[in-house]
């Protein structure tokens, strides 16, 4: 019999150790992305494949060393897609070989986003015949110390939710028992135009402005404070 007591009471004794008061705290705040990033696509063909890969990779470090000119801070230059392929097309009863065509697409990072227009202008001078989307991000750097100011506005969120409960129900909040974190949630890179354009339209135009926008940048906590 004294077994069965013990038994019968130990889940209400556990549940008893449980006793607190379990609030979530949130953060969704937005942020002003610190990096900027746009591709630039450059296509040629010739009967003459070599004639095809100097043409390309002319204009590619024609436009190097134009944008290495702005002096744009933290710039960072990636080579993202290079093709060499045969062109053949179909004419009357049989395949005509038109010659090689080259594609070429570097991508442009840089902090100052504001001048991502620049780039796009000296683009056009280098006849860079394809302007991807350009896109605004987070750096590494940025999303951590972010990521510390969310977890200190979702854990203030939380300590005030407990202390209104408190007053209201008429108990004290204690210690924190128990502490569950969900990942942090941050948009995806912000578009800055929708779709690819031709750079001829920029020749002797002023460089467009460019916007850096704002991205979403959130996470929550779920924390259980000791009822005394």
């Known amino acids: 019999m004294k077994w069965l007591i013990v038994l019968f009471f130990s889940p209400a004794l556990l549940a008893a150790d449980l006793h607190g008061v379990q609030v979530q705290g949130s953060c969704d705040i937005k942020v002003v992305p610190d990096r900027g990033s746009v591709s630039f696509t450059t296509e040629n063909q010739s009967k003459d494949q070599q004639v095809s890969v100097k043409s390309t990779n002319q204009q590619m470090n024609d436009l190097?060393?134009?944008?290495?000119?702005l002096k744009l801070k933290d710039v960072e230059f990636k080579t993202t897609n290079y093709h060499v392929?045969?062109?053949?097309?179909?004419?009357?009863?049989?395949?005509?070989?038109?010659?090689?065509?080259?594609?070429?697409?570097?991508?442009?990072?840089?902090?100052?986003?504001?001048?991502?227009?620049?780039?796009?202008?000296?683009?056009?001078?280098?006849?860079?015949?394809?302007?991807?989307?350009?896109v605004t991000f987070l750096s590494l750097e940025k999303s951590q110390a972010e990521y510390l100011k969310c977890l200190d506005?979702?854990?203030?969120?939380?300590?005030?939710?407990?202390?209104?409960?408190?007053?209201?129900?008429?108990?004290?909040?204690?210690?924190?028992?128990?502490?569950?974190?969900?990942?942090?949630?941050?948009?995806?890179?912000?578009?800055?135009?929708?779709?690819?354009?031709?750079?001829?339209?920029?020749r002797g135009a002023e460089a467009p402005p460019v916007e850096a926008g704002t991205q979403n940048f959130s996470t929550n906590i779920q924390v259980t404070f000791e009822i005394k």
């Open 85 to 134: 392929y045969p062109v053949r097309e179909y004419e009357k009863d049989h395949y005509v070989d038109k010659g090689t065509k080259v594609t070429m697409t570097m991508e442009i990072t840089t902090s100052e986003i504001a001048r991502l227009g620049e780039a796009m202008l000296e683009a056009s001078k280098a006849k860079i015949q394809i302007v991807g989307q350009m």
């Open 153 to 202: 506005v979702a854990a203030n969120d939380a300590r005030k939710k407990a202390d209104q409960l408190a007053k209201k129900l008429g108990f004290k909040v204690g210690d924190v028992k128990n502490l569950i974190e969900s990942p942090a949630q941050i948009s995806a890179p912000v578009p800055i135009y929708a779709k690819s354009m031709m750079t001829n339209s920029l």
């Open 64 to 69: 190097k060393e134009k944008i290495q000119k």
